[in-house]
């Protein structure tokens, strides 16, 4: 039926049904950048294809108002289009806009943050543009990553497979050149399976719940040149670690190699216990002119080369003068924190993982940062207890909240101990647009207006962005 409409049929009316071969034209782009095309009305969601893409495509799905469909062909391509760099990016689900131009790919994020600042903010679109600063571009969007998580499994034929999930599976697609992890973490993935064959090591299946070797992680400083690998193993007694190390300290940089236990049954990748195999428990890296130490467990950005973009804008946006109390909430190994100690009178760092915490208390020291606390516990907790307990009377009234949240954002009670705490500002750093929304509505609710933002690539050739936003109290 290419390029004919066909009855109504399918679900309730409509014009087209599972295994149908549609011509569409893409005029959108959807959240986890997917192309969008109408067809009668109806949204046609299609992988790899862009806006201003003639397509033909299969109907796979077909729901009440929607349905998505695969890209057969690209009978006129989008000006946007690009040849991907990875062969297997269209299978990967690492990447999903591999071929979209970098241009393309940052109109695009922007767009986006844009559109949840009014679809779910609330905000007139006017008024989000005239506070936008421009987004921040990687210079080459390519092995940027200093993390990698390459999960592990056995092929049918016995073969030990490493790489990425397809999208939406546990699938792997084997590779030994992601482009966008640093090339020290594809060397090692490389090496580790070959250690892995040579051994006849297992690797753990999800479905038996058996096998050894479940993920290999891989840290890079990239301005110190320290390296860590960790297994993520199923249990403690694995065979032949003495030969691994061997191999891994001809790496240069090799720091710290250890073993992560997760016996159990689940997606978490990390478990909680650490055996070191080599080296000490954590690798070094600078952002700026601040030293940090990582630990396996603790979370540290991805993408060097932004992240110091990134914390120049939260610093900007909180505007210090040195006079301040400053809570950095979800703070992580205090990389946010001690960028803003150098400009406050009092920082306060609070963060959920111990790990982390123990970090940030020696990356404070490492640096002679003495204007520094850090409390472990849930934000949403620990903020409460601060602002009540006179214990901590003399950070009780922040001046300036940053908050840094994981993709679910804030929880309701922490914005509700902001609102009571009433801070002059509030810099919202966010890696999800949709939840920064969310929350910024509420925020300005209850007295407080948005005055700048700026998107930051932090994942290029991914849909994923980061936003940093400024909002400031209107009845202080
Ligand atoms: N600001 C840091 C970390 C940001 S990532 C940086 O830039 O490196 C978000 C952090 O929030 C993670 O470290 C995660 O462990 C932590 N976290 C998740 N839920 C939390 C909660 N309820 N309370 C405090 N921290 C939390």
Known sequence: MAGQKKERKGSAGCPFSKNDVIDLKIDDIGNEGEGIGHYDGYAVFVNNALPGDKIRALIMKVKKNYAFAKLLEIVNPSNLRVEPKCSISARCGGCNLQHMSYEGQLEYKENKVKNCLVRIGGYDEAYVNSIHEPIIGMTNPFNYRNKAQFPVQQTPDGQIAMGFYAGRTHRIIPTDNCNIQMDESNHIAKLVRMWMTEHNISAYDETSHTGLIRHV???????TG?????????????PHTDSLVDILLKETGMTCICLNINSEKTNRILGDKIIPLYGQPYIEDNIGDLCYRISPLSFYQVNPEQ???????????????????????YCGIGTISLFLAKKAKQVLGVEIVPEAINDAKVNAQLNGITNATFLT???ETVAAQVAADELYKDIANPDVIVVDPPRKGCDSKLLETIVNVKPDKVVYVSCDPATL???????????????KWRACDMFGMTGHVETCVLLCCTNS
């Open 377 to 379: 516990g849930a934000a």
């Open 307 to 329: 992240t110091v973009k990134l914390y120049n804008t939260a610093l900007e946006y909180a505007n210090l003068t040195g006079n301040e109390v400053v809570w950095d909430l």
């Open 226 to 238: 320290q390296i860590m690998v960790c297994l993520v193993v199923t249990s403690k007694k694995v």
């Open 437 to 451: 929304a969310r929350d910024v509505k509420v925020l300005r609710e209850n007295g407080y207006e948005m005055k």
């Open 217 to 223: 992680l891989t840290r890079i400083g990239k301005s």
